[in-house]
């Protein structure tokens, strides 16, 4: 069987792996493959967001199942338009429709969403250019803190927080009329501020019957004690301690259930993964967006908690049995790392040569950003390795990866020393 990854990051690294140690036969291809990816792959050049050569590749090797990995092909409409075309209608997709991934797509969208199938979520307006004044006189007869979102999908950093309504109208005014996330804030939605504890929940969705994956927690700002400017994750752990039992209750009845019975209600193609950001308000779960994909940096600690035979996952997907299927978890905790390019989530150099990946025992690596360059691996991207590992304890699996961080060098190696912190 020939299997298509779509993108070429850490989740993609992740996909393959677990892929790789698949029992089935699979010949495994990925666009674009980072230096990591490409010892496991076969290497496909091609602009994902060009479905005229995604055929093309699909056709030239004979794919039968396409995995999308990321979310901007996915609202673009890859998975309709392979679906829709004559001669890939035998190809099996795993990843939403368009008008699915407008979960991810508008988060106006989503709030409609969420508000008609009585999703607990925070109250939110949303504004376009046309209506800024009445944006300004909505953030200044709130109180703070003041959440903006770009209605679009943004790379994780189109969420500004902040408790001063002079710097709520200034970031406004620069999302809405200067474009700061281009098309993505057209429209912004001002939410309310949700207090709590996050947490990142996946759902895998075969558009009949679904199953819960392993749960994680992922820290997005840059700096210690979740400070600095939002990135697309700087690390990850699952399980998730203070994941009791009766927050799942509340969880699948109050969140999943009504999200699935949402998506069949609304006759919405969906085949994949939902990623429910979640935030626990005391005790009372709350959606904080959807995402249309595993994210990143979670799936690199969800993934080696799954037991099963991660294809025949996808295989189940793909003809809608997964209701058949028995999920089981490794118990231990897996931490995840995530090393970064010195300036990143601004601006950063690349092409630095990496350093001691040869020396790390006892952890995963998956590459993010990195190409070969002369038989050398070197940076190439804001987010370069997620540096996993397991333990019987939290700090166990920390104490791993933090060991194996100080083999791995690169000029202007940035990591948090924190990931854990609030747990």
């Not at 991810?104 to 376009?128: Q, R, V």
């Not at 929940?201 to 679904?210: A, I, Q, S």
């Not at 697309?232 to 699952?238: L, P, R, V």
């Not at 949402?262 to 994949?272: A, F, P, R």
Request: charged fraction near 25%; aromatic fraction near 10%.
């Amino acid at each position: 069987m020939n299997l298509l990854i779509i993108g070429s990051g850490a989740r993609e690294h992740s996909f393959a792996w677990k892929i790789f140690n698949s029992k089935h036969n699979i010949k495994i291809f990925v666009t674009n493959p980072n230096a990591g990816i490409s010892k496991i792959s076969f290497c496909v050049d091609v602009d994902i967001n060009d479905f005229v050569s995604v055929k093309k590749t699909i056709i030239t090797h004979s794919i039968d199942i396409v995995l999308i990995g990321p979310e901007i092909p996915l609202i673009n409409g890859i998975s309709d338009f392979i679906q829709n075309d004559e001669t890939l209608k035998h190809v099996s997709v795993i990843g939403p429709s368009q008008r699915g991934s407008m979960l991810e797509g508008s988060k106006e969208f989503a709030k409609n969403f969420m508000a008609k199938y009585s999703i607990p979520t925070a109250s939110y307006k949303s504004f376009s250019k046309s209506t800024f004044d009445q944006a300004v006189r909505f953030i200044n007869k709130n109180t703070p803190p003041y959440v903006l979102k770009a209605d679009g999908p943004a790379a994780g950093k189109g969420v500004i927080i902040v408790n001063d309504p002079d710097e709520a109208v200034k970031n406004l005014e620069a999302m809405l009329l200067n474009s700061k996330f281009g098309k993505s804030s057209e429209k912004v939605v001002i939410e309310e501020f949700l207090s709590g504890i996050e947490m990142s929940c996946f759902v895998l969705f075969d558009g009949k019957n679904y199953k819960i994956l392993p749960y994680a927690k992922d820290y997005k700002r840059i700096g210690e004690g979740d400070t600095g400017l939002n990135t697309g994750g700087m690390g990850s752990i699952s399980p998730v301690d203070f994941l009791d039992e009766n927050l799942k209750t509340n969880i699948k009845e109050q969140i999943i259930e009504p999200t699935i019975h949402g998506l069949m209600s609304e006759k919405i193609n969906y085949v994949g993964f939902i990623f429910i950001g979640l935030i626990n308000v005391d005790g009372q779960p709350k959606v904080i967006e959807y995402n249309v994909r595993m994210g990143d940096p979670e799936t690199q600690v969800v993934l080696p908690r799954i037991k099963n035979d991660f294809m025949e996952l996808l295989i189940s997907c793909t003809n809608q049995t997964l209701d058949k299927v028995n999920l089981e978890f490794d118990s231990d905790y897996y931490t995840n790392i995530v090393l970064a390019s010195g300036g990143y989530p601004e601006d950063y150099k690349k092409g630095f040569k990496i350093s001691g990946l040869n020396e790390v025992k006892d952890s995963i690596i998956f590459h993010a950003g990195t190409n070969l360059n002369n038989n050398n691996i070197v940076t190439s991207g804001g987010r370069v390795l997620s540096v996993v590992s397991s333990g019987k304890t939290m700090k166990e699996a920390l104490e791993k990866s933090y060991n194996n961080i100080d083999k791995i060098n690169f000029e202007g190696k940035t990591f948090r020393k924190d990931i854990g912190f609030d747990l």
